[in-house]
């Protein structure tokens, strides 16, 4: 078995790159609003199909004939 390997990450002024921003602006945001209310509205239409009963089928009508000629 070897020794553990130590991995670090640094910049050249010695910052970690874990605190890099992300700027994505008003239409980022929208987009990720416009994206959630989708996928909400998916689930939610997903779960009441899932809830509704299965429309039952329709009899056949059944037909009588008495008069056989």
Known sequence: MTGAVVASAS???G??????QFPIGPVG???V???LGGL???LL???RRGL???PKPRPEPT????AVV
């Open 52 to 54: 509704s009963p299965a």
């Open 15 to 20: 910052v970690a790159a874990s605190n890099m």
């Open 29 to 31: 945001v929208a987009a």
């Open 63 to 66: 037909v009588t004939d008495k």
């Open 45 to 47: 239409r997903h779960r």
């Open 40 to 42: 909400v509205t998916g």
């Open 33 to 35: 609003v416009v994206g």
């Open 11 to 13: 910049t050249a002024d």
